[in-house]
């Protein structure tokens, strides 16, 4: 008893400190690629909720990779405790590849969550979904490409699709890689019609005719993939679809929720936010590796159905998938 009364003693006198320890914020950089959106709303909204500190130091690199290293110069010198990463563009460009990392290039030496990200093992920035392969998690937000497909042909049966991309964002590039492949096998098309680029720079003025030209090559459907360019100009793409009365199916939400397009289905925003900060509690406060948490989805996804753009091209959703499907 003797030697345990000093033992108790320090552990008594030690207890408020490592408390402290435990209730400090935590330092996240959130290194974002267009600006702060919805799920940084869910992300952020999460630790709140939660009532675990955190000290958000946001940089975005609206849209300009250019800016991305001296992103991953600033992280190297602060050393937060977390690293948030939004978008596949800046994760690849941040991250480098799994198997290729470059230490005078990447984040080195701290954990990263990612956020909105498109397959990021073929992408390379994880080796598998369930074994990251480096200090890396997070989570993907578009459904199965296969289920995609499905959720599509379960509106309208098709032969052919065609698909406008920014032949710059490997998001893009690899959606359509997948869709193409899974087509093939069941003897059906995708026409990829990649937007022109001047000086690097996707234009915009030519989505109208590449919409016009998807009609005219017997598309049944326009897919829209996970592509930032066309989010800036969702308005225009859509708008362009609805003139050609083509149907147009969305892999996120905002096509439907915020623009015209006639369905998708989708990962909301705010919940793939929240999920990423729940991934991002257990590296924080679980003390859990990033290379020993999955890399997953959402659940369950949302098929959304905007209804006034169904009623203009006289494109009603079958009964048996308004039961599940949300108007919008």
């Known amino acids: 008893m003797m030697h345990r009364r000093p033992l108790l003693a320090a552990v008594a006198l030690a207890a408020p400190g490592v408390a402290r320890a435990q209730n400090r914020p935590r330092r996240i950089l959130m290194l974002l690629f267009r600006g702060w959106e919805e799920a940084c709303d869910g992300f952020r909204d999460y630790f709140a909720v939660r009532h675990r500190p955190v000290d958000l130091i946001v940089r975005n690199a609206q849209e300009d990779l250019t800016r991305v290293p001296d992103m991953v110069r600033e992280a190297q010198a602060m050393q937060p405790d977390l690293v948030y990463l939004w978008g596949t563009t800046l994760a690849m460009a941040a991250l480098g590849p799994w198997d290729a990392h470059d230490p005078a290039r990447h984040l080195t030496g701290m954990p990263v969550v990612f956020n909105i990200v498109t397959d990021p093992v073929r992408n390379r920035v994880v080796r598998t979904r369930t074994e990251p392969g480096r200090p890396v998690t997070g989570t993907e937000y578009i459904a199965p490409v296969a289920v995609q497909l499905g959720a599509m042909a379960s509106y309208r049966p098709f032969r052919r699709a065609a698909a406008l991309y920014n032949p710059r964002e490997g998001n893009s590039v690899v959606t359509l890689e997948e869709m193409h492949e899974l087509l093939a096998t069941r003897g059906a098309m995708l026409d990829r019609l990649p937007v022109p680029l001047v000086e690097g720079r996707p234009q915009a003025e030519a989505i109208p005719g590449l919409v016009a030209r998807a009609r005219e090559g017997g598309a049944e459907w326009l897919y829209i993939p996970p592509d930032t360019f066309l989010n800036e100009h969702r308005a225009a793409?859509?708008?362009?679809?609805?003139?050609?009365?083509?149907?147009?199916?969305?892999?996120?939400?905002?096509?439907?929720?915020?623009?015209d397009a006639l369905a998708g289905l989708v990962s909301r925003y705010y919940s793939v936010g929240a999920f990423t900060a729940f991934k991002a509690e257990q590296i924080l406060f679980g003390g859990v590796a990033p290379g020993a948490i999955p890399v997953e989805t959402l659940s369950r996804f949302s098929y959304l159905v905007r209804m006034d753009t169904a009623r203009r091209l006289h494109a009603y959703p079958p009964v048996s998938l308004l039961r599940i499907a949300e108007a919008v």
Do not use: D, I
Not at 237 to 259: D, N
């Open 237 to 259: 793409l859509t708008a362009a679809a609805l003139r050609e009365g083509l149907p147009s199916f969305s892999a996120s939400e905002r096509f439907v929720a915020f623009a």
